[in-house]
């Protein structure tokens, strides 16, 4: 639908999808914004079903001009650890977790402080449910100081599930911080720091926040 759009529009230089979109940036009912930038939707409908028939999808030529300046950025050579800690965690995300762990062990078996293949092994077996060495595995990470936000919010979570009742300890709310610090975008890590103040029975005016 978007790739329809898109093309005609850019043929009859119009802006369907441009309009759509600043009809819902003005609070317009989603199905209205719709209807005014599209026309008749049911027409639409059919419209995207002979376009997807059709089977070639049409495509368009425009100049683009991108400058580089070589000399802003540097280079230096991966070593196989670390190249192999960045195969491993794609393979994770992949589903490909035997050979994510054949991978990720070679990284760490080349550098026991590798923190990304350390974190990347933690979610390999967060994913699995082995939650016992995932703890272990994400634990070695923020030790080794992780800057992955995944590690230390997934770190802090594990942590307070092993006794949700309990208090838990300054590491959590200090991993959950460190989560919050790496992306002030993730909203779990604000759940879980909300969390653990209540838990704690302090600092509630930080958890209503």
């Not at 977790?97 to 080349?110: D, F, K, M, V, W």
């Amino acid at each position: 639908l978007v790739h329809m759009l898109t093309v005609e529009g850019f043929q009859k230089k119009t802006y369907p999808l441009k309009d759509y979109l600043n009809n819902l940036q003005n609070k317009m009912d989603p199905v209205a914004a719709a209807a005014k930038a599209f026309g008749d939707l049911k027409q639409l409908q059919v419209e995207l079903v002979d376009y997807i028939r059709g089977g070639r999808f049409r495509y368009f030529y425009t100049k683009t001009q991108t400058e580089v300046d070589d000399s802003a950025y540097q280079l230096r050579e991966f070593s196989a650890g670390e190249a192999d800690a960045v195969r491993g965690d794609a393979m994770v995300y992949d589903g490909n977790y035997a050979g994510a762990r054949a991978t990720l062990a070679a990284a760490l078996q080349e550098d026991p402080q590798n923190a990304p293949a350390a974190e990347s092994m933690g979610f390999l077996e967060f994913q699995q449910k082995h939650l016992a060495e995932a703890k272990k595995w994400f634990t070695t990470a923020i030790r080794l100081n992780s800057r992955s936000y995944l590690a230390q919010y997934d770190y802090a979570t594990m942590r307070m599930e092993e006794s949700p009742e309990e208090r838990p300890g300054d590491d959590v709310g200090e991993s959950l911080r460190k989560a919050i610090a790496l992306n002030p975008d993730f909203a779990p890590a604000y759940n879980g720091l909300a969390r653990f103040d209540y838990l704690r029975g302090d600092n509630l005016e930080e958890a209503h926040m």
